[in-house]
Antibody, heavy 121, light 110 residues
Framework: EVQLVESGGGLVQPGGSLRLSCAAS????????MSWVRQAPGKGLEWVSG????????YYADSMKGRFTISRDNSKNTLYLQMNSLRAEDTAVYYC??????????????WGQGNLVTVSS | QSALTQPASVSGSPGQSITISCTGT?????????VSWYQQHPDKAPKLLIY???NRPSGVSNRFSGSKSGNTASLTISGLQAEDEADYYC??????????FGGGTKLTAL
């Protein structure tokens, strides 16, 4: 059974940093593209970033470029999202999601339960 | 990358069929057969319903079907059931190698 468990969220002050983790199990982690998706309170889904199976290719939504960095450790079956210079508008539930392919993010077949990040003073 | 356009809400009676549209551009929906649809119940993670325009993952009811014409994709739910009441989102692969979601559609089962 595919399982994705996010951690690392919480309350952070504006301008601060946070690193989210996503522990994967139940599938060959190193064979699939992975993504982060966020959802602000009461709002819709927003794709944040994706990374190829090897980690050699990374993709970002325009609004996240330069502040967020996606990475993965295939030896630990773990996906990461480093978030810097956080703003109030980054407050959201952040989901880790698994794609069906190795290199490109075209759909998200499995999702974690989500992890809340709150940016506030 | 602008969000894909979906109606904010749709409604239908049990047993009826409803269709949700998802409009993009030639750089996303119209350019690739990589449209997906997701169902999200309140306080739950989204669930993949349709991928590659019209394919259903294993375990998804055949009451859900997808199609595409030009820059607009559609999700049809037939035989509407009370449990189908949820938010629905489309997504598409883009020419920038990114993913873009629609704004979401709230389905109300009357």
């Amino acid at each position: 059974e595919v399982q994705l468990v996010e951690s690392g969220g919480g309350l952070v002050q504006p301008g601060g940093s946070l690193r989210l983790s996503c522990a994967a199990s139940g599938f060959t982690f190193s064979s699939y593209v992975m993504s982060w998706v966020r959802q602000a309170p009461g709002k819709g889904l927003e794709w944040v970033s994706g990374i190829s199976s090897s980690g050699g290719n990374t993709y970002y939504a325009d609004s996240m470029k330069g502040r967020f960095t996606i990475s993965r450790d295939n030896s630990k079956n773990t996906l990461y999202l480093q978030m810097n210079s956080l703003r109030a508008e980054d407050t959201a539930v952040y989901y880790c999601a698994k794609g069906r392919r190795a290199t490109v993010v075209v759909e998200l077949g499995y999702w974690g339960q989500g992890n809340l990040v709150t940016v506030s003073s | 990358q602008s969000a894909l356009t979906q109606p904010a809400s749709v409604s239908g009676s049990p047993g009826q069929s409803i269709t949700i549209s998802c409009t993009g551009t030639s750089s996303d929906v119209g350019g690739y057969n990589y449209v997906s649809w997701y169902q999200q119940h309140p306080d739950k993670a989204p669930k993949l319903l349709i991928y590659d325009v019209s394919n259903r993952p294993s375990g998804v009811s055949n009451r859900f079907s997808g199609s595409k014409s030009g820059n607009t994709a559609s999700l049809t739910i037939s035989g509407l059931q009370a449990e189908d009441e949820a938010d629905y989102y489309c997504s598409s692969y883009t020419s920038s190698s990114t993913l873009v979601f629609g704004g979401g559609t709230k389905l109300t089962a009357l």
